[in-house]
């Protein structure tokens, strides 16, 4: 049976939007009508209680459902640490030199724009559940093959898999999370997938460490193959999740959706308010025949051919800061760091690994740290924050490989500043970009463009990452490690100019909500940081 916004719920609450003139006096246009018929309550009870949402107390089923789904995010974060390692043993083991290193690692970047673009789709169609699932599944294939390769062609196709896998998993995982997370602790929650990659970093780094001491043909495919676990853990925990209720309400299936949005939600009451402005939000799907048999179709269309005002700024402000968070070289910063501390003077490879578990540490310190306060301050002041202490560590890094570059005797002090520089740069991206990127990008897209809106911006974040990663290397030859890092540098500059003209604050607004942000005249001056 299909249900509208319009239609019976269940035996006892209708939902009616307010009139015309009533939204006028609210811009936001959240306000619903909760209609009780006479014969099964009384006639006089009182309008959902919305305090729920203001608490910002975890809900324990909520949290759990973004815990299994960011875990995903695992995958990816285990690879770029692991790469860092395993790339000399694989240049060693298999006589490849530096391009092929370049491709090598780049190449599950530019492969997991496949995965990217198509997640949205594939989302809409089967749900977002099911596509966690099949994230999982792919990278598990990859990882098999990457382990078990006898030689570079055969890694190589390794690694198209497992970036496919990677284009769906850090997709739908802050997809999700969004779309199942009360208001009030979106942020936290929607940052738990950047957490994971962290946490996926560090085990990595631990990974290279504690095999390095092996024979380099076998240490290397140990290093890749047992990425295997945890992408077999994701799709079997990944089962015990429920559907998203906003996948469910733009289905038509909205008794399934108040079920999980009870679950969500602290209250039965905060539960109904919440459904009301899904139904709200879906409610172009219902002029479809049946919204049961609406796969995404004219998402794109809408998204590129004939975008309106409103969808245009959040593209703008979506394919930004997904292009800045790559175009950081915060990805090739960690790929190649060993060969950054090489340049600096660290030539023992068991030192060189050990510095970045080092790095990784404070990495993964910084992001809980973020991940915490995310919702206390904002998102816009982390962001800033963080983009600036990019700019100044990078710049410092950019100095200290200068120094080191035109010095035979190489001082401890210019040592001891690149490792500082290279820690501050990965600890402010996990305090600003890391996590508030994939926020950004699951929260600000109406529901309707939500999925393949933030496939499109994703795509554009590995596109970037893939480049950036096949020629950080060729270019730092061209230029010294020192010109690369003022280089970057000078691009976090820019993007925190504009990051402060072009993202707005949605701490604490429902999905819907933020919508409302980017039109021409916001309420109540919520449009800082917005450029007309």
């Known amino acids: 049976m299909r249900f509208s916004s319009s239609q019976e ?54 949290l759990a459902g973004a815990i299994l789904a960011s875990t995903n995010s695992i995958l990816l974060g ?100 969004a779309e199942i997370s009360p208001a009030m602790t979106r942020g936290f929650l929607s940052s738990l997938p950047e957490v994971f ?15 390095s001491s092996l024979p380099e043909h076998i240490n290397w495919r140990l290093m890749l193959g047992l990425a295997a676990l945890p992408a077999f853990a994701v799709a079997l925990g990944v089962t015990v999740m429920p559907e998203s209720p906003r996948w469910l309400v733009m289905k038509g299936r909205f008794v399934e959706a108040k079920r999980v949005l009870i679950k969500t939600s602290d209250s039965e009451e905060e539960a109904d308010m919440r459904l009301a402005e899904m139904a709200k939000a879906a409610a172009t799907l219902e002029q479809e025949p049946s919204s049961r048999s609406w796969h995404g179709q004219g998402v794109w269309k809408e998204l590129l051919l004939r975008p309106s005002r409103p969808i245009r700024r959040i593209l703008i402000a979506a394919i930004g800061v997904n292009f800045f968070m790559q175009a950081s070289g915060n990805d090739a910063v960690i790929y190649y760091s060993p060969e ?31 991940a915490l ?3 206390h301050f904002g998102r816009r002041p982390l962001l800033l924050l963080g983009s600036t202490g990019m700019a100044i560590s990078l710049a410092g890094l950019g100095l200290g490989s200068e120094y080191l570059q035109q010095c035979y005797e190489k001082p401890a002090w210019a040592i001891a500043l690149c490792i500082v520089a290279v820690c501050a740069d990965v600890s402010f991206f996990s305090i600003g970009l890391g996590p ?55 691009i976090m500059a820019v993007g925190t100019v504009f990051f402060y003209f072009f993202l707005p604050e949605t701490k604490g607004k429902s999905l819907e909500e933020i919508e409302i942000l980017f039109e021409d005249k916001p309420p109540d001056g919520n449009n800082k940081g917005l450029a007309s």
């Open 78 to 177: 285990y690879d770029i640490g692991v790469m860092s390692g395993a790339a000399l043993y694989i240049r060693d083991n298999l006589k490849i030199n530096s391009t092929q290193v370049e491709i090598l690692v780049g190449s599950l970047n530019v492969c997991s724009l496949i995965g990217s673009l198509a997640s949205g789709k594939t989302s809409d169609c089967i749900g977002r559940r099911y596509t966690i699932v099949l994230a999982a599944a792919t990278f598990l294939i990859g990882a098999i093959l990457m382990g078990l390769a006898p030689s570079f062609s055969f890694l190589m196709a390794g690694r198209v898999v497992a970036g496919i896998g990677v284009g769906y998993s850090i997709m739908i995982g802050p997809v999700y999370t």
């Open 340 to 370: 950054v501390f090489k340049d600096a003077g660290i030539h023992g490879r068991k030192q060189q690994v050990g510095v970045t578990v080092i790095m990784g540490i404070a990495k993964t310190c910084f992001v809980f740290i973020s």
């Open 197 to 211: 990659i962290n946490v996926g970093i560090l085990l990595g780094y631990i990974s290279n460490y504690a095999l």
């Open 373 to 375: 306060f995310l919702d």
């Open 436 to 490: 508030i990127t994939w926020v950004y990008s699951s929260e600000i897209f109406p529901m309707r463009l939500r999925a393949q809106g933030s496939s499109l911006a994703i795509s554009v974040n590995r596109v970037v990452s893939g480049i950036v990663s096949m020629t950080f290397l060729s270019i730092s030859e061209k230029i010294t490690f020192g010109g690369m890092f003022f280089a970057l540098s000078g």
């Open 9 to 62: 719920l269940d035996k006892q609450h209708h939902y009616h939007l307010l009139p015309d003139s009533d939204l006028q006096n609210d811009r936001t246009g959240r306000k619903w009508q909760k209609e009780v018929t006479k014969s099964e309550t009384p006639k006089n009870k009182s309008q959902p209680d919305v305090s729920g949402r203001r608490r910002g107390r975890f809900n324990k089923y909520a």
